[in-house]
T-cell receptor, first 114, second 115 residues
Framework: AQSVTQPDIHITVSEGASLELRCNYS??????LFWYVQSPGQGLQLLLK??????LVQGIKGFEAEFKRSQSSFNLRKPSVHWSDAAEYFC????????????FGGGTRLMVKP | KAGVTQTPRYLIKTRGQQVTLSCSPI?????VSWYQQTPGQGLQFLFE???????NKGNFPGRFSGRQFSNSRSEMNVSTLELGDSALYLC??????????????FGPGTRLTVL
């Protein structure tokens, strides 16, 4: 079975600083990879996804992520964080033989200092 | 295009009662998935329905059930509620093709509190 680990439960960065959120997955083949963001009291919004091809994917709100097969990682990055980026971020994987089921990591709560 | 809607948004029940939550997917989406989100267990997959059939099921007891109607709307039911069922229940819809690699669109969730 697949699993996802987000090692950092909380991260605090200053506004304007760069950001990297870590995500590691465990699966025998290449999974489909997603990053979602959740603001308080809200559902999940998709930031970006990786299915195949170019390992650097661009998403909404200036986010990007890089798939590294050798490290089983799919880290999320943003060059300059804005106060409105404060939220919880979830990495998720989907696989071919499980319908549309997503397996989520535990999430990383991002706080932004002014 | 309207997003995924969930009703009700908030619900308070007592132990032993049952509850039904509703989800209306985005128009044209035929796959509906349900997730439970709690502080302790995080986001966990409950089940997925596609064309009125349960396609996949997570590791939850039989007290959790669901169904999907011909218009793709879905309901989930929890019987004999326990305190541990207090959670945010999220519904997600997606297009029917390219299973596994579909973008799933999430609703705002139903916050269930069991007293």
């Amino acid at each position: 079975a697949q699993s996802v680990t987000q090692p950092d439960i909380h991260i605090t960065v200053s506004e304007g600083a760069s950001l990297e959120l870590r995500c590691n997955y465990s699966y025998g083949a290449t999974p489909y990879l997603f990053w979602y963001v959740q603001s308080p009291g809200q559902g999940l919004q998709l930031l970006l996804k990786y299915f195949s091809g170019d390992t650097l994917v661009q998403g909404i709100k200036g986010f990007e992520a890089e798939f590294k097969r050798s490290q089983s990682s799919f880290n999320l990055r943003k060059p300059s964080v804005h106060w409105s980026d404060a939220a919880e971020y979830f990495c998720a994987v989907g696989v071919d033989n499980a319908g549309n089921m997503l397996t989520f990591g535990g999430g990383t709560r991002l706080m932004v200092k002014p | 295009k309207a997003g995924v809607t969930q009703t009700p948004r908030y619900l308070i029940k007592t132990r032993g009662q049952q509850v039904t939550l509703s989800c209306s997917p985005i128009s044209g989406h035929r796959s509906v998935s349900w997730y439970q989100q709690t502080p302790g267990q995080g986001l966990q997959f409950l089940f997925e329905y596609f064309s009125e059939t349960q396609r996949n099921k997570g590791n939850f007891p039989g007290r959790f059930s669901g169904r999907q109607f011909s218009n793709s709307r879905s309901e989930m039911n929890v019987s004999t509620l326990e305190l541990g069922d207090s959670a945010l229940y999220l519904c997600a819809s997606s297009r029917p093709d390219r299973v596994g690699r579909n973008e799933q669109f999430f609703g705002p969730g139903t916050r269930l509190t069991v007293l």
